[in-house]
C-alpha cells in the first residue's frame, strides 16, 4: 500500500470519527439509538418497496447513531452492504453508479406493474407514478463514483 493511499484511508477514517457526536444525556442518547434503528429499518423496507428510498434513511440511521452510540455507527459504516454507501457520501458526496442504476430498475419494472395490476384509484396512481419519477430525480442528480 503506497503511502498516499495509506494517508487517504486514514483521512477518511478521521473525517467518518469526526462526525461522531455523541450526546451527553443517556436519554438523548437512548432517543437517537431507537430514531437510528428506526429509520434503519425504513431503509430496509425501502430495499424491497421501491417507492421508499433506502439511502436517505440509511444515512439519516448512521446521522443518529452518529449523536447516540458510537458502537452501532461504526457497525454501520462496516456493514458489508450499507458501510460503502454511507463511507461515499460522507466522504465525496456521492452516490454509487451501480445503486442508482439497480434503483432506476427497480422503479422501472415495479411501478408500472403496481399501476397497472395493483392500485385502482385512478389519482393513486397518478400519485405513484409521480412519486416514482421525484425518487429518480432526486438519486440522479447527484454525482457517482
Known amino acids: 500500500m503506497t503511502e498516499e493511499v495509506r494517508e ?6 478521521e473525517a467518518l470519527e469526526a462526525r461522531l457526536n455523541l450526546s451527553r444525556s443517556p ?3 437512548a ?8 429509520f434503519l429499518a425504513l431503509g430496509l423496507v425501502g430495499v424491497f418497496l421501491p417507492v421508499l428510498p433506502t439511502t436517505p434513511f440509511v444515512l439519516l440511521a448512521a446521522a443518529c447513531f452518529a449523536r447516540g452510540s458510537r458502537r452501532f455507527y461504526r457497525r454501520l459504516l462496516n456493514n458489508a ?6 463511507r461515499a457520501w460522507y466522504l465525496d458526496r456521492v ?3 451501480r445503486a442508482k442504476v439497480a434503483a432506476t430498475a427497480a422503479l422501472a ?5 403496481s399501476i397497472i395490476y395493483f392500485i ?16 429518480l430525480v432526486y ?3 447527484f454525482p457517482s463514483e
Not at 8 to 13: I, L, N, R, V, Y
Not at 109 to 113: A, C, E, N, Q, V
Open 120 to 135: 385502482p384509484v385512478p389519482i393513486a396512481k397518478v400519485i405513484v407514478g409521480l412519486i416514482a419519477v421525484g425518487v
Open 81 to 86: 452492504y450499507f458501510g460503502s454507501y454511507i
Open 27 to 29: 436519554l438523548i442518547r
Open 139 to 141: 438519486i440522479w442528480r
Open 8 to 13: 487517504a484511508g486514514q483521512m477518511s477514517e
Open 31 to 38: 432517543v437517537f439509538i431507537g430514531l437510528g434503528f428506526g
Open 109 to 113: 419494472i415495479t411501478i408500472p406493474l
Open 95 to 97: 452516490i454509487p453508479l
